[in-house]
């Protein structure tokens, strides 16, 4: 039977070494489906007649490498009619800061930004791997880290985006939870704070797990420190935008430049709407059907024993990811952090033979790489 991430005993970690080498089936399968992912989307450019390299380095991932090569270096600017100009402090801090780290090394902007995205996604499977594992038995967590990889908003993982950073980050938050290590909780989730705003659903399943904890006397100081720690890394950026906007609100406020702000889900619902009922591009229908079993999926997580903290992070993230105002086809890459989703499904697929399992999860990779290779060289979205 599952196991509560907040029962009274607490596991001993395996040994570092050890833990990889459980672990390297898993990240082997990842490195697979995004070789296969990666695969489609170079044919789909070079059908394109187009280099994927364009690809690789656009959309968001242009603003990623600006900050890792310029720091926060754009001045705020408010046009004729009030709004915000597109600035690069909506991008959180931390991936850059690991891109520019290994420029310090000379490697350059763009490949730095993919090896952090790589090795990121390795730790991210080796830690739902390990989360899976310690819940249901190592085949439902092998079967988490692949469903996760190859995923409908998949295709980030292999750009030059912050998704990969922030699972991992997610990932092992919640196995030092698990392990009651509150302090190392707490410093995972101030590290996702600085990553994505999305992180603030990491805040909340700490903070919950720390404060029964604490109710329940277990741990001492610690459960006290590592939810106190968890926040201040979101908070303390949103702080620094504030101080160089001169708004308390300064980061959402940049936002508008995007015409993306929090409006409980009305822009999701009218294009699931119109993605089934009118004549519009194949996309949106696509998109709508994705979102549309996401939420099944989140309904089928509530019917399913799941950690505390674990049901609290998905139900948020999924909340957060459906009600932007703006972007429709990015709703499965905002999805993607959403492990939890997962889960269901690796219950019900560990019981399939291997067999079977090798045809439906290379098909599952090529159909995301599909999709998302789709939005980048025919809709000319991104993704």
């Avoid at 090569?69 to 001045?75: E, H, L």
């Avoid at 004549?279 to 024993?305: E, F, H, M, S």
Wanted: hydrophobic share 55%.
């Amino acid at each position: 039977m599952p196991q509560s991430t907040l029962d009274d005993t607490v596991e001993r970690p395996s040994p570092l070494p050890t833990a990889v080498r459980k672990a390297l089936p898993s990240i082997g399968l990842y490195l697979l489906f995004q070789l296969v992912s990666f695969g489609v989307l170079w044919l789909m450019s070079w059908k394109a007649d187009v280099s994927p390299g364009r690809f690789v380095e656009g959309f968001d991932a242009n603003w990623f490498l600006s900050v890792a090569q310029n720091g926060y270096d754009q001045p705020v600017v408010i046009g004729a009619d009030g709004a915000p100009g597109e600035n690069s402090m909506v991008f959180f801090p931390f991936y850059p800061g690991l891109v520019a780290i290994l420029t310090l090394v000379g490697i350059p902007a763009l490949p730095a930004g993919l090896v952090v995205s790589l090795l990121a996604g390795c730790a991210a499977a080796c830690g739902l791997f390990v989360l899976g594992r310690d819940f249901a038995g190592p085949r439902v967590g092998l079967l988490m880290a692949v469903l996760w990889s190859v995923g409908p908003g998949s295709a980030a993982l292999h750009l030059a985006y912050s998704e990969s950073v922030l699972m991992a980050l997610v990932a092992w938050t919640l196995v030092a939870v698990a392990r009651r290590q509150w302090l190392l909780a707490g410093a995972l989730t101030l590290l996702a704070g600085l990553t994505r705003a999305s992180a603030g659903a990491l805040v909340a399943a700490v903070g919950v797990a720390a404060l029964v904890a604490v109710f329940r006397r277990r741990d001492g100081w610690r459960p006290w420190a590592g939810g106190l720690l968890a926040p201040l890394g979101l908070l303390g950026y949103l702080a620094y935008v504030w101080i160089r906007t001169g708004r308390p609100d300064g980061w959402f406020w940049l936002q508008n430049a995007w015409q993306m702000h929090f409006d409980f889900g009305r822009f999701t619902l009218a294009q699931i709407g119109e993605g089934l009922t009118v004549d519009r591009a194949g996309w949106v229908t696509v998109t709508a059907l994705i979102v549309l079993v996401a939420v099944a999926l989140q309904l089928w997580t509530w019917a399913t024993r799941l950690p505390l903290p674990w049901q609290i992070y998905g139900t948020l993230t999924v909340v957060i990811a459906l009600c932007s105002s703006n972007y429709f086809q990015s709703r499965a890459r905002f999805l993607l952090p959403a492990f939890v989703l997962t889960v269901p499904l690796a219950l019900v697929l560990a019981k399939l033979p291997n067999r079977v399992l090798a045809v439906l999860l290379p098909a599952a990779a090529v159909l995301s790489g599909w999709y998302g290779a789709y939005l980048m060289t025919i809709a000319h979205l991104a993704p």
